[in-house]
Each structure stands twice: as structure tokens, then as C-alpha cells.
């Protein structure tokens, strides 16, 4: 059985059968660290960080294979606000691409599909975060939006789709318009109504 150390102290953890893996070891953890509102944040297996040991194989490794599991975890409150910083900080540098790109498209520069790639990607990256935000707001009882993030995925989706329509067309002053008039607008919309203060 090897030694468990959450934040530097020792933990108990019975092995009763002889045949517990790391999965239920972490799984253990994860239920008890919910109730204190922390999370597992890195885990050392004999010295060596496993940032990937929610897959593969190792999370059904078993215990006895191991002398030493050191565990950090980190404050689920704190961590849910510093994604929100990151994702408020995410919109305005995506604006300040599409204003980019907006310049690009129609001056038919050679940094348009440069611009264009960083737009469309960034935004697919916010989704993703926000999304996981969601997750961890729901799971924890965090109140980080004023509006359910998810009545804006659908018409995101659709100005995305029209976009890379526009430009599979060939047609760089409509993808100008649409970025300018239409993406815009509805990512300012959508910043204000979200990521407004809600109230206590």
C-alpha cells in the first residue's frame, strides 16, 4: 500500500481487498474534497506529475503499484473565478481580432485568413471554457453567470456556420459585414447579459 499525501498530509485509505486502483483511491478523495468545496488540482505518482490521470490507463493502475501518491487540490471557488477572469479577458482579445479581421477582409489583405482562423477558433475555445464553467457552477452551487450560458450556443453556432459559408464563397467584404454587423453585436449582447454581476 503505498503512502497517500493530500497537500502534504498523510491520508488513511484502507485498501481492505488488496485491489484497489488508483481510480477509486481518486474517486474516494474527489467525493470527500466536494463536501469542503476543493477539487484535485495535480497528482504526483512517485515524484512524477500525472496530468493525465483521468485517462489511460493509469486511473486503472493498481494501487500496490505505487509507493508514494501525492495529491494538490485547489479551492473550487477560487479556480471558477479565475476562469471567469480568463474567459471576459478571452472576449476582448477576440474582439480585438475580429476588428482585425474586419480590417483584413476588406482591404483583401494577405492576413485576412490568418485573422479569420484566430476569430473562429478563439470563439470555439470560449464555448468550450464557458461551457466548463457551467459544469462546475451547476456541480458546486456557484452562481458565475446572470444567464444560462447555453440559450447563446445555438445562435453563436449559427453565425459561425454563415461565416465559414461566406468565406468557403469567396466573398471577403460579406464576411467583413457579417463579423462587423452581425458576430459583433451579438458578442457584445452576449457579454453584457452573461457576465453581468447577478445579484446576491
Known amino acids: 500500500m503505498p503512502e497517500v499525501l493530500i497537500d502534504g498530509k498523510r491520508l488513511d485509505f484502507e485498501d481492505t481487498e488488496g485491489d484497489s486502483t488508483l481510480g477509486d483511491l481518486l474517486r474516494a478523495v474527489e467525493s ?3 463536501a469542503i468545496r476543493r477539487f484535485i488540482a ?3 505518482l512517485d515524484g512524477q506529475s500525472s496530468g493525465d490521470w483521468r485517462t489511460g490507463g493509469r486511473f486503472r493502475s493498481p494501487l500496490y503499484g505505487f509507493s508514494e ?3 494538490e487540490t485547489g479551492s473550487v471557488d477560487a479556480a471558477a473565478l479565475e476562469g471567469l477572469d480568463t474567459v471576459t479577458e478571452y472576449f ?3 474582439k480585438g481580432e475580429i476588428s482585425a479581421c474586419v480590417r483584413d477582409s476588406r482591404l483583401g489583405g494577405p492576413g485576412a485568413d490568418k485573422s479569420f482562423n484566430t476569430v473562429f477558433e478563439g470563439l470555439v475555445e470560449i464555448v468550450k471554457t464557458i461551457e466548463a464553467l457551467a ?3 451547476d456541480a ?3 452562481k458565475l453567470f446572470s444567464e444560462n450560458p447555453e440559450n447563446f450556443y445555438l445562435p453563436l453556432l449559427k453565425n459561425l456556420e454563415a461565416l465559414k459559408d461566406a468565406r468557403t464563397a469567396g466573398d471577403p467584404v ?4 457579417m463579423l462587423e454587423y452581425e458576430l459583433t453585436p451579438f458578442l457584445n449582447g452576449m457579454e453584457s447579459r452573461i457576465f ?3 445579484e446576491a
Open 92 to 94: 476582448k482579445v477576440i
Open 174 to 177: 460579406l464576411v467583413a459585414d
Open 32 to 34: 470527500e474534497l466536494k
Open 135 to 137: 459544469g462546475c457552477a
Open 140 to 142: 458546486f452551487e456557484i
Open 69 to 71: 501518491i501525492s495529491i
Open 196 to 198: 453581468r454581476c447577478p
Open 42 to 44: 495535480d497528482i504526483r
